[in-house]
């Protein structure tokens, strides 16, 4: 990994943040289980994608993937002096909401480069059921440049954590499904770029119907 950017000091606080706090909120709180971590790749760069329902998915998912993955991360949270420290320790890097720009592909890329997973929600913002809609390009156009396979995940259940009207997290049961490994792009032409990302998006919204 490349110290002048990430060094190691990160890595430590990335698992000392995930074993005692993440993985026990979600195995024992959520009662979490995670299918198909055999289609995990075992080292290199990956693309993860998946749906988005709540704001604990980001750390929800590197603690299924079982890997260091980066998540773009709406660029209010890290206006917030300590939630900002915390989730650039975690891996997490600013975008602006509904674009991602040169600079942010840059960024992912990099991450790639140093072997991380890079994670990104296809639909660009949660969605009220859990599921895909309206999917974003920037994933498979990521995966195109650094020519590096997508990895799709679902989370089942997430999107019932937050409640309207709650003050804390809901312990709602979480399935996690992880499917086979997609091949990235051929090109950055947007109609390659389309068709990797409708595969992505059927697979993970196939994967979200078979429930917990």
């Known amino acids: 990994m490349s110290r002048s950017r990430e060094p190691f000091i990160n890595l430590v606080f990335y698992h ?13 709180y959520l009662k979490g289980r995670v299918e198909g971590r055999e289609h995990i790749p ?7 994608v998946s749906n988005h329902g709540s704001n604990f998915d980001p750390p929800l998912l590197s603690a299924a993937v079982l890997r260091p993955v980066a998540y773009m991360a709406k660029e209010e949270l890290f206006a917030v002096p300590v939630l900002k420290s915390a989730i650039r320790l975690y891996g997490a ?16 890329l ?15 913002t949660r969605t ?4 895909v809609v309206d999917p974003k390009p920037g994933a498979a156009l990521i995966a195109a440049k650094a020519q590096v396979p997508l990895l799709p995940v679902c989370l089942w259940g997430t ?6 009207g709650k003050k804390w997290p809901q312990a709602t049961p979480v399935t996690i499904r992880i499917g086979e490994l997609i091949a990235p792009p051929t090109s950055t ?6 068709r990797v990302t409708d595969l992505c998006t059927t697979k993970i919204n196939q994967l979200h119907n078979l429930g917990r």
């Open 159 to 164: 999107h019932q954590i937050e409640q309207s």
């Open 16 to 28: 000392a943040f995930k074993q005692p706090i993440i993985n026990p909120f979600f195995y024992w």
């Open 42 to 48: 075992r080292s290199g760069g990956f693309v993860v």
């Open 110 to 124: 990099a991450y790639l480069e140093d072997g991380w997973g890079a994670g990104i929600f296809l639909s660009g």
């Open 93 to 108: 890097y600013p975008v602006k909401r509904g674009a991602v720009d040169r600079a942010t592909i840059r960024l992912a």
């Open 189 to 194: 032409k947007r109609a390659e770029l389309d």
């Open 128 to 131: 009220p059921d859990g599921k």
